[in-house]
C-alpha cells in the first residue's frame, strides 16, 4: 500500500471518479499509479516505459514518491535503467511529482465523465503493444473505450483541406463504416473533422484522439464536434486532465494514431503537415500507409505526392482500395484486376498480337479472301485461317460468301479501329 | 547486286528520293533491301530482326527475292531461324513482296522529302539497339533526323485529356525545353500534342513518332501542327510511306516512342490510354517511367494512378522531378530534399525532441525560470540549460531577468504555436 498523502476514502473516490473499481487497495494503487505516472512523463518517455515494464505502475510509483538514490532505480530494473540515463530520467520525473496536479487532473476526469485506462484492461488496445517502451502508461477516454479494439482505419489529412480533399475524407470514411470498420482521427479541423463527421453522419464509429487532456475539447472550433463523438464514438488521449496540448505532444499523439489503425490513409497533406508524421510513424511501426493523390498544382495534395515519391505507400483512389490496405490483401475485382480487360498489348492470349492484327485488317462490310488478309496482315494464309477460326467462335468475325467481315462488335467493346486508345 | 527488276538509273533516282546517296551499288542495294524490308513485315517482326541481323539487309532481300526453299533460309542464319519458325516466317513475308508497294513507297517519301535510314546511319539512334531483334528495320523520318539521337522525355497521355492534363503537358514540354532536352511523343490529341505545341512555341525540339507512313499525317486534324513539326522538329516512323495506322502498329509505335526517350512521363491516362502501353514498353526496357497524378475523381487520371500502386514507376510533380527521371540522378534542392526543412520531428539533430519540447513551453514575453521550464518539459534542469543554450545561439530563445523567453520568430518560420500543423 502505498501513502498517497490522502484519506483513503479520498484516494477511493479519485479512482472511481476516474471511471475505476476502487474497492481493493490494489485497483486503488495501480489506478493512482498510473495515473501519477501519466503526469509526471511526457507522451512517449521510454524510460518510464522499461521502468514500468520492469517493475509495474506501482513499484515504480513507489520508487518515484520515495525518491530513491539513482543506484537502486537501476537495481530495480536490472540493469536496463542504470547509470546516467537513470539519474536524467529521475531528473525529469521529480520536478513534476506534485500531489496537487495528480488530484486535478483525477478530479477534471471526474468532472468530464473520463476515464482512465491501463494495460491490463480489456478494452486496452492491443496494437499499442507494437510502440515497445514507447507505449502509452496510461490512457484517458470519454466515450465507448471498446472503440479503441475495433478494426480501424486512420483518416488523416491537411487542417487547410481543399473541397476536394474534403469530398475524399467523407467518401472513404462513408466506405469505412460501410465495411465496418471504425475509423481513426485527430479531431483537427480539414480533413480530420470532415472524416470523424461523415462517420457520424452514417452511424459508424470513429475515434479521435487528442493531443490534451479530453477535458478540454481542442481546437475549440469543434467542441460541439468533439462532443458528439464523446456520446457516439470515443475520444482518448494519453496526456492526463488539465493538460494544454503542445506541437511536441502533437506529434506524439499522431504516434498513437497510426498505433491504434491497421492501416493509415493520407487524404490530403502539404509539404509540412502533421499528417505525414502520422504517415511516418505508421510505416515506422510496419502499419501500411495509403495516400490519396490529387493535382500535382495544388499545394493541399503535395506532402501526399513527396509520400508516393519517397516512401512505401500506396496509392488509394477508391472505398474499395482502402479497404484492401485495411485487410492487407488484394480485393477481387478491385481495381488493379479490371485495369487491362480490354487491352489488346496484355489480356488473353495473343502473343504476336495476330488476333490485333486480324482484327485490324476486317472490314464491317467488304468481305476479303484468307489470301488477301494474309497479305494485309503480313503473315501466312493458314496462320490467318487459323485465327479466323478463333475469332469465327468468339463472334468477332463472320465468313460471307466466299471471304470474312467483323463482327458487329459486341457490347461493352470499342467498335472499330479510330485510334490508338 | 541485286536485280530490282528496275533499270540502275530508275533504282538511283528512287534511293536518291529517299534522301540517300545513290552513287554506288552498295549503297543502292543497302537502301533498296532496308525500304523492302520495311515493306514486307509489320513492326516488331522478330524473325526479321534475327535474319538481318545475321546476314545484313542486302543478303536477306537476296533471299527474299530468290525466294529459296525454306531449308536453305535456316543455313543463312545459322540455325537461329529454322525449320517451321522459318517456314512460317516466310508464309509471311513472300505474299508481301510486292515491286509496286516498293516503288510507291520510296515515291511517296520523295514527294513528302521523307528520308530512309538504316541503323549504320550517323543519325541512327543507339537507343533502339535495346529493342534487340525487335528493332525497327528502317526509319522513315521528315525534318530533322539528327534530333533522333538526342537527350529526351517522351510526355504521353489520354487524347480525350482534361484541362488540368493539358495544363501539366505544357509545363513539362517547357521545362523539358528549359532543359535542352528533346521531347517525344506520338502526334495524338490530347496530351500528345498539347506537348508537341508547347515545345514549338518554346522554340525546343520536338519528335513525333507515328505509327502509319510519314507522308500521311494522322489523325488528319494535327496536319499542320504535325506539318509544322517537320518543319522546326522530326516526324518519325518505321512504316513505310503509304502505310495506314492500325491498332498494331499503334502498339508498335509506343515501343518506339519508349525505346526513344530516355524516360518516359505519363501525364494523364484513362485506364485503358494507349499511353499504358508506351509506359509498360518504357518498364520493359528498363527506362524510367514518371507519372503525374491528378485528382482521384477524374476518369483521365485512373490510368495514372493504376501505374502508380501497380508499377515500378515514379510520382511526377514538378519540371524538377521531370529532370530527375531523365538524368537519373537526384537533382540538388529538388522537391525530396526540401519537404522536411521545417519538420520539428526530422530535419536537425532532435531525437528525443528536447528542442521541440523547450520552445513549447517558453513564452514570447513571460520569462520563466529554468526550474520552472524543466518542470514544464518535464526534463532535468541541466538539460534544460543545455538546450537553452543552444536555442540562444540560434536566437530561437531568450534571456530576460533570470528566466528566459522565446525569441521573435525568425523570417519564413511559423510564429508559435497554434496547431499541429
Redesign the interface.
Known amino acids: 500500500m502505498i501513502d498517497w498523502g490522502l484519506s483513503d476514502a479520498a484516494v477511493a473516490a479519485l479512482v472511481r471518479g476516474a471511471g475505476r473499481d476502487g474497492d481493493s487497495v490494489a485497483e486503488r494503487d495501480e489506478a493512482m499509479a498510473r495515473a501519477l505516472w501519466s503526469v509526471?512523463?511526457?507522451p512517449g518517455?521510454g524510460d518510464a516505459g522499461l521502468l514500468l515494464g520492469a517493475v509495474g505502475a506501482v513499484e515504480a510509483a513507489r520508487i518515484l514518491l520515495e525518491r530513491p538514490a539513482p543506484i537502486s532505480l537501476a537495481t530495480a530494473t536490472g540493469g536496463e535503467l542504470a547509470g546516467s540515463a537513470a539519474e536524467?530520467a529521475l531528473?525529469?520525473?521529480l520536478?513534476?511529482r506534485r500531489q496537487a496536479d495528480l488530484v486535478r487532473a483525477l478530479e477534471s476526469a471526474a468532472r468530464t465523465r473520463a476515464r482512465l485506462l491501463a494495460p491490463s484492461d480489456e478494452e486496452w488496445p492491443a496494437a499499442l503493444d507494437d510502440l515497445g517502451e514507447h507505449a502509452p502508461l496510461a490512457l484517458w477516454s470519454r466515450g465507448d473505450a471498446t472503440l479503441l479494439a475495433r478494426t480501424s482505419v486512420a483518416l488523416v489529412g491537411?487542417?487547410?483541406a481543399t473541397g476536394?480533399g474534403e469530398?475524399?475524407a467523407m467518401e472513404l470514411a462513408a466506405g469505412a463504416v460501410g465495411n465496418e470498420v471504425a475509423v481513426v482521427s485527430?479531431g483537427?479541423?480539414g480533413i480530420d473533422g470532415m472524416a470523424h463527421r461523415a462517420v457520424l453522419a452514417s452511424g459508424g464509429d470513429t475515434v479521435a484522439v487528442l493531443?490534451g487532456g479530453v477535458d478540454r475539447l481542442y481546437?475549440a472550433g469543434h467542441e460541439a464536434l468533439l462532443t458528439r463523438i464523446t456520446e457516439q464514438g470515443a475520444i482518448v488521449s494519453e496526456a492526463p486532465c488539465g493538460t494544454a496540448?503542445?506541437?511536441?505532444r502533437?506529434?506524439q499523439?499522431?504516434r498513437l494514431i497510426a498505433a491504434l489503425a491497421d492501416a493509415t490513409v493520407v487524404v490530403e497533406a502539404?509539404?509540412?503537415?502533421?499528417a505525414?508524421?502520422t504517415a511516418?510513424h505508421a510505416l515506422a511501426l510496419g502499419r501500411p500507409v495509403g495516400v490519396?493523390?490529387?493535382?500535382?498544382?495544388s499545394a493541399s495534395?503535395?506532402?501526399c505526392?513527396?509520400m508516393?515519391?519517397?516512401h512505401p505507400v500506396?496509392?488509394v483512389?477508391?472505398v474499395a482500395?482502402q479497404m484492401e490496405l485495411v485487410r492487407g490483401g488484394m480485393v477481387e475485382g478491385g481495381?488493379?484486376a479490371?485495369?487491362d480487360d480490354?487491352?489488346?498489348?496484355?489480356g488473353a492470349p495473343d502473343p504476336d498480337?495476330m488476333v490485333?492484327?486480324v482484327?485490324?485488317?476486317l472490314r464491317p462490310r467488304r468481305a476479303q479472301s484468307v489470301?488477301e488478309l494474309?497479305?494485309a496482315?503480313?503473315?501466312?494464309?493458314?496462320?490467318i485461317r487459323g485465327v479466323l477460326g478463333v475469332l469465327a467462335l468468339e463472334d468477332r468475325a463472320v465468313s460471307k460468301g466466299d471471304g470474312w467481315v467483323r463482327a458487329a462488335a459486341p457490347r461493352g467493346t470499342r467498335t472499330g479501329?479510330t485510334?490508338?486508345?
Open positions: 509526471v512523463v511526457e518517455d536524467r531528473g525529469r520525473w520536478p513534476r491537411a487542417r487547410a476536394y469530398h475524399i485527430g483537427a479541423y493531443a481546437p496540448p503542445t506541437r511536441w502533437f506529434l499523439r499522431n502539404g509539404r509540412r503537415s502533421g505525414l508524421s511516418r490519396v493523390p490529387g493535382p500535382v498544382t495534395s503535395a506532402g505526392h513527396v508516393l515519391r519517397e500506396v496509392c483512389t477508391t482500395e481495381a488493379g479490371s485495369v480490354d487491352d489488346p498489348s496484355r498480337g490485333t492484327r482484327l485490324d485488317a489470301a494474309a497479305r496482315v503480313g503473315e501466312s494464309s493458314s496462320r479501329f485510334a490508338e486508345e
